[in-house]
């Protein structure tokens, strides 16, 4: 089954469930990635958080990104 988000914010979301079932923290991720901690808290916090972060952040997870096109 697909899953459409309509926002970037449900993208978000969904990476923060991931990293609770996944027992994942942002210090883990934030150190996979090179930064400090705050450095996660300000790339998953900001405003125009895009897909390549999404990736980034994914990949330190251990995931990847799939984008699916679909005509309605």
Known sequence: ????????????LEIRKLMLEEKISQRQIAESLGIMPQGFTKLINKKNFSFEDAQKI??????????EFKKN
């Open 58 to 67: 994914l990949n330190a997870m251990g995931y990847h990104l799939i984008f």
């Open 1 to 12: 089954m697909a899953i459409i988000y309509e926002s970037t914010e449900q993208i978000i």
